[in-house]
């Protein structure tokens, strides 16, 4: 890892997902080195791989990685720091080999890397995940890779038999084109994916307030979503749409989302063009979601140099977000996710 662009963004006050894999000393001497600049420190807790690390009874754990967990969790509560895990949910190319759970296109073709957001099996995996996370002495949980991949998702057979009846149609009639052709049963089938979004969001929400089992235990940490915000995708009102997010429904449950601003697109738009100007006004619903009780921060993968800190600092404070948060590479599967979730339509 740079040590440069590590120390210049917590410098910034900037909170860095820390993907254990990539750092290549132990907890303990890079915190001795970095916790000086942090008032709040973020980990994964479980992989897009699928492998959790840390001791999970629910999803398969990556031995060669629960001791720096446990000792990075232990070290940022010794120093008082606010202590953030990340998980991924909907991402997870372990599962997604299980035929049974897969999320397909219309043409029947399947992701390799992420599962279908309509079922319940899945809501309970990632509610047991959650459940297991919030016994740990953190502060945060940020739920990584939510919603669908695009609008061109999900087509399995369960999404087909589900939905369906809806319209008044067989399930091997549905596709894509069907719904592009019919205007208002894709409004329905947008509708219909907003609500298996909330559901999803809620089982996690309900894992993550459960009555604590003893006096002892501590309250349950911020449960934030992550949404994906790019202008291939139509930005906040395309977002909507394209991977079936509901902003206010996610306000209403966990009160804190993670804008993961424009990643498909390399850079943000420079300060003061026309592209940055509608973004800015894309963003309107920070404020307000600020005024109702939650909290926002804006997110970026793979941030490489002080000047896109600052960029992305200057940005949220124009539209109001109380962070920012980064991480310093992209995400494992980049091209397939990608490839999967831009419009082809």
Known sequence: MADDIIRETLMEKA????????????????????????????????????????????????????????????????????????????????????????????????????????????WEYGAGVVKELSALPIDEILVLGTGYLSEKFCFCDTCRKEFSPKIGINPEQLSYKYLADHPSELDEWREWRRM????????????????????????????????????????????????????????????????NLYPWTPRLDSIGSKDYEELVEALYFVREFNRRGGTVTLFRWAVDDLQEIQALKTLANEVGAGRVAVTLGYPPNYSDYRENAMPSY
């Open 15 to 122: 909170l860095i997902v820390f993907n254990p894999k990539e750092i290549d000393t132990g907890a303990r001497e890079f915190m001795s080195k970095y916790a000086s600049y942090m008032e709040e420190a973020a980990i994964i807790a479980k992989a897009a791989s699928g492998h959790a690390y840390y001791e999970s009874d629910e999803a398969p754990v990556d031995d060669s990685m629960t001791e720096f967990f446990e000792e990075w969790i232990e070290l940022s509560n010794a120093l008082e720091i606010y202590t953030v895990v990340a998980m991924n949910y909907y991402a997870d190319s372990k599962y997604a080999q299980n035929p049974e759970v897969q999320t397909l296109d219309s043409n029947g073709n399947a992701s390799l890397h992420h599962v279908c957001p309509n079922r319940r099996e899945t």
């Open 196 to 259: 298996k979004f909330v559901d999803g969001i809620a089982s996690l929400h309900e894992a993550n307030t459960a009555p604590a089992s003893t006096e002892d235990d501590m309250s349950s940490p911020q449960l934030s979503i992550e949404v994906l915000i790019d202008p291939s995708t139509g930005l906040v009102e395309g977002s909507k749409n394209h991977n079936g997010y509901d902003f206010s429904r996610i306000r209403n449950l966990t009160g804190s989302i993670l804008v």
